[in-house]
C-alpha cells in the first residue's frame, strides 16, 4: 500500500480529488446513477462559474 500512497501524493491534484470522490460516493454506497446525474448538475456549476470569470476577465 504504501507505494500506491506514495504514487498518490505525486499524482496531479484532479486524481487526487477524483480518488476522494470516488472514496465517498463508494464508501456512502451512493447508487452510480444518481451519482452520476450528481456530477452532470456539478459539471454544468463548474462550468457556468468559469465562463463568468472569463467574462469578468475581459
Do not use: G, W
Given at each position: 500500500m504504501t507505494s500506491t500512497a506514495n504514487s498518490l501524493d505525486n499524482a496531479?491534484?484532479?486524481i487526487k480529488l477524483a480518488?476522494?470522490?470516488i472514496y465517498l460516493l463508494e464508501s456512502n454506497e451512493v447508487d452510480?446513477?444518481?451519482a452520476l446525474k450528481a456530477i452532470k448538475?456539478?459539471?454544468n456549476d463548474l462550468e457556468a462559474k468559469l465562463a463568468q470569470?472569463?467574462?469578468s476577465a475581459e
Open positions: 496531479p491534484d484532479e480518488v476522494d470522490l452510480p446513477q444518481i448538475i456539478v459539471k470569470q472569463a467574462k
